[in-house]
């Protein structure tokens, strides 16, 4: 049976190599476009002007109650559609495609920026006021304290969550397969109906999947064990 | 693309798969906890044989898609000859019923972590006490832990509920029928998707909404004990 996954005509191994390449690139895309998406969320949500906190709000609510099949989908089939016709309006009459990989990454960036917008929230709260006064009475200038005091205190108290929200990133990926990328899924639905052996190959892309889960588990220990020190202060 | 007038003639359709989703959530919840409750008790037992199976169990479904969970029991189990020819295929044939077993057993792994979570998070002195009045150790566990246990995890599991009514959606893709499946039927049949997804996006962030308030009432309501 292992023959079935080996390399070159045959075997469907180099596909499935091929997909895990793909889901690794649309996570780490989707991941950092939630963390841009997510720092200026938070920073918006605590800005002083209140239209800009409320939309924040609204966008980091909506997109946390919508199931994520729903927006993917949504990105997918009406990008193509929006795009067009707006660039229609600006009298460019081309038909502008949106294909699955970008449609895959922008959804998951929506969603998942919402929730890291949450999550960088909370960890700007969490450290305490005193931090920056303190620093700041020691006669360290505004960037100073927030690069060297601050900073390091947010990424302390975030890390686990954003270790939290990489798995999930990941998992979520999968969906990508339905409309049409090429990831671990993906190979895992076109194998098992070419062979008539769905199971054990769906059962093959689980096991890719729970391997990528250890080792980010893995991995995400070790960040952890570095900013154990940094967390002075803040409620964990 | 975006037509109040058809979004208004769709609403029934949606709505009936709407119903589905609700039925696939409480089903869900249901069957959730009753597998969740053992399995978390079995994370904490004596035996390291029942130990590793619950935190196998807990692995395999936090740590992989529920999309390939469902996909491996629904598509997957059309594999075997002899699964076809038994009675269990009349079950497992059906996208229905393989959502409802995907959606609990999953849901069952992220309620047991949270339960177990929940669970060593009682306050010991409140167990002792209670060894101490003399309440045996099953009576102990229902009347003292359990309840506790529950207060405990309450934000957590409502978080995780509304996370499995999101989870539904991903069922369509077995074609199951409820509000996402209903709306993808709309939009095969219109070509426009942007109408049928966007009323479908609504009536989800209404249930969602429901389940928030539902949520912070109970939570309210059992830490009214808590408040200033």
Redesign the interface.
Known sequence: MLDLFSWGEAGWGDEFLNGLATTLKLAIAAYALGTVIGTLGALAKLSKRRWLAGAAHLYSTTFRALPDILVMLFIYFSASLILTATLKQFGIDRFVGVGPFAAGVVALGVINGAYFSEIIRGAIIAVPRGQFDAARALGLSRWHVLRFVILPQVLAIAVTPMGNMWVIVLKDTALVSVIGAHDILYWGSVAGTSLRKPFTFYLAAVILYLALTAVSGVVQARIERRFDRLRIGAVK | ?IDPELALSILPDLLRGAVTTLWLVAIGVVAGLSLALPIALARNARFRLVRSCAYAYI??F????????V??LY??????EWLRQSALWTILREPYWCAIIALSMNTAGYTAEILRGAFLNVPGGLLEAAKALGLSRLKAFWLVKLPLAARLSLHAYGNEV?FLT?????M??ITVIDL?GA??LI?RRTYN??TP??T??AI??VL??LLILIFRFIERRLNAHLAA
């Open positions: 693309m692995f395999f936090r740590g992989s898609p529920l999309l390939a969970q996909f491996l598509y997957g189990a059309g594999q075997f509304i999101k989870s539904t959606a991903v369509s893709l996402m709306a993808n939009y998707p942007v997804l966007l479908a996006a989800y962030l969602i909404y």
